[in-house]
């Protein structure tokens, strides 16, 4: 039979709406079997899919694609050696893949909007250079049992890592004067040895036993992983990291600039003098997203995820040290100085983004509540539901509030002595939680009655970075960096669980929650993005692209978790995980409403 144009053209729209609604069913009832990474690639993006091949088993390797000109790179996993990479911005790529042991050469690769590339690509094994220069042994034989190493567990370890005493070869001299420094003498910082942890008693056997394992002749060590981050590529097969790298300070300019280099030899300064360095990211409601960078001169950056494009401002005083900042209902950014300049007068500023001008600052603790003999270094800040502001002094051991309507600044001071309250958050009850990181403790600040009421997870010393408030407005969780436990703090009775984080050496950091799920950042391994389910307990891995702590993360409208890599030393910025790349339909960073 013939068939007639029209009637071909019926047939022909007909199969075009029947493979369309095939595509969007798939899509939306069986998502799973999607094989074609194009459908779900955002408009002017590029996909990339290949295989990867080596000649030993691997699971879940990291598949990277560095575009050098827009300073960005991506990272998905493989899942039984294949690979799909969803939203590249077009351009030129270095494509690279590795996972412990293994790695490829880089590859080349350009790709245009709209575009399906497809790459594949071969592990061998790690050459020597790429592998760590300390050698690898077990812990037991880096540390050798006995009381020695129950008191440096307790007093050193616990803060330091199980990598910084086998990374010195100090005499008896030499440890002598570090455990004089970690217990406060002449120390700016304070005491970081708390004195119930060193009796007098134990000090001689402390010293004898870093002497004997960590003397003068001593080579650097490392204790070797056994227990490695458990992967599981059925929850890895969608997720997708993104990083967007700062901008470089041109010679003379910005961290190459003379008068900035000078800054800070010692102390926090000297931590981030000389460089970028990315920390605590914050979104705001028009997608950008907010970083501090703590390098000299101190800036904040905006970047537009949409476009990978990065602007860098100047603080007011781009000589006084920062570490956190917070974005209003208004859209204001505040920042707080973390140190001043002069050092007993930091102040909290408001930059307004629509003006793109500073416009307005406060004096912190103006009535001197904190002695100026004593360090202050405003911290980490938080807003309750009425805009007042809250801002922990991790130096200096108080909590400041900023009440909107009068405009006055007040000090508090926490009950535990020497604590470093470190994060902040606010409850559905406009209460305000501390984590203490020497402390050890959860702090309760009632913003009615002005009272502390102090919380101590059973393992002790624990040292407690931060915090974060439960999707039901209430729960507490937190997390025990130098014992790699996940804590939850139910309210009504006080009481707190913990859970072992299963792999080794984890140190968990900052943590928000995403309905029945607590995520976290954990910088043991070096870096990665953990999912807790509290219902089943069960605990998943998002290994990192970069080695770095992440002292900061955020929740998207999408689930996009945002951090920083800032102990990062090549690649400072900003970066995000989408835990199914597919179902995202903006690289906006619209921030996640409040559980409650
Ligand atoms: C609570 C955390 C903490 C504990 C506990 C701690 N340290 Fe430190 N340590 C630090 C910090 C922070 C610094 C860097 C800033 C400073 O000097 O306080 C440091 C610096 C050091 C330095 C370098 C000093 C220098 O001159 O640059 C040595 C060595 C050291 N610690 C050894 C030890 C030993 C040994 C112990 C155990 C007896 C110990 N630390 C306990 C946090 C800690």
Not at 50 to 74: C, D, H, I, S, W
Not at 203 to 210: M, P, S
Not at 319 to 341: C, F, R, S, T, Y
Not at 550 to 563: A, Q, S
């Amino acid at each position: 039979m013939r068939v007639g144009m029209k009637q071909a053209m019926r047939i022909h729209f007909a199969a075009a709406w029947g493979a369309l609604w095939l595509a969007a069913f798939l899509m939306t009832a069986l998502p799973g079997l999607v094989s074609s990474a194009q459908a779900a690639t955002l408009p002017g993006t590029a996909t990339v899919s290949g295989t990867v091949e080596a000649a030993e088993p691997f699971k879940a390797a990291q598949v990277y694609f560095r575009n050098n000109a827009k300073r960005m790179l991506y990272m998905v996993y493989t899942v039984g050696g294949k690979y799909n990479a969803l939203h590249l911005f077009p351009g030129e790529y270095e494509v690279s893949v590795k996972t412990k042991g293994l790695q490829s050469d880089v590859q080349k690769l350009t790709v245009t909007a709209g575009q399906a590339a497809s790459m594949n690509l071969s592990m061998h094994a790690s050459t020597a250079a790429e592998q760590r220069r300390s050698q690898e042994m077990k812990y037991d034989e880096i540390y050798p049992a006995g009381p020695g190493r129950v008191i440096a567990e307790r007093t050193c370890i616990y803060c330091h890592g199980q990598n910084y005493l086998p990374g010195r070869a100090f005499d008896e001299k030499k440890w002598s004067e570090a455990i004089d420094l970690m217990l406060g003498q002449g120390n700016p910082q304070g005491a970081q040895i708390q004195p119930a942890d060193l009796l007098p008693a134990d000090r001689a056997t402390l010293t004898k036993y870093l002497v004997d394992n960590f003397g003068p002749d001593a080579k650097p060590r490392s204790v070797r992983i056994e227990v490695q981050p458990p992967v599981d590529e059925s929850i890895l097969a969608k997720a997708q990291y993104i990083e967007y790298y700062f901008n470089v300070d041109a010679p003379g300019q910005g961290v190459n600039d003379p008068k900035y280099k000078r800054a800070g030899a010692t102390g926090e300064m000297g931590f981030a003098a000389g460089r970028r360095m990315g920390q605590e990211p914050q979104l705001h409601p028009d997608g950008t997203v907010w970083t501090v960078d703590r390098g000299f001169p101190t800036r904040i950056v905006k970047l537009d995820p949409r476009t990978g494009v990065s602007k860098d401002i100047l603080m007011p005083n781009p000589m006084a040290a920062l570490h956190d900042l917070e974005i209003d209902k208004q859209g204001i950014i505040w920042v707080p100085e973390n140190e001043g300049v002069p050092k007993t007068e930091p102040k909290l500023w408001k930059f307004d983004p629509k003006t793109e001008k500073w416009f307005e600052s406060f004096l912190f603790d103006p009535k001197k509540v904190i002695s100026d003999d004593t360090l202050k270094h405003p911290h980490s800040i938080a807003f309750d539901s009425k805009a007042n502001v809250y801002v922990s002094y991790i130096l200096g051991g108080g909590l400041s509030v900023w009440n909107r309507e009068t405009k006055q600044m007040s000090t508090y001071i926490l009950p535990t002595p020497n604590s470093f309250p470190y994060g902040v958050v606010v409850d559905t009850n406009d209460n305000v939680w501390i984590a203490e990181f020497h402390g050890s403790k959860l702090a309760k600040f009632d913003t009615r009655t002005k009272k502390f009421t102090e919380f101590d997870p059973p393992t002790q010393p624990a040292l407690i970075r931060r915090l974060t408030v439960g999707s039901d407005g209430l729960t507490i969780w937190s997390g025990l960096f130098s014992a790699g436990m996940l804590v939850k703090l139910d309210q009504k009775t006080g009481k707190i669980t913990e859970y072992k984080i299963p792999h080794q050496v984890s140190q968990p950091y900052d943590f928000t929650p995403q309905g029945k799920y607590v995520w976290f950042s954990d910088a043991g391994q070096g870096g990665t993005l953990i999912r807790f389910d509290s219902q089943t307990e069960k605990f998943d891995y998002f290994p990192a692209p970069q080695i770095a702590d992440m002292p900061k993360i955020r929740l998207t409208k999408e689930g996009g978790i945002w951090y920083s890599p800032r102990s990062s030393r090549d690649w400072p910025g900003t970066g995000v995980l989408y835990p199914d790349a597919t179902k995202i339909t903006t690289l906006a960073a619209i921030p996640a409403p409040r559980g409650w």
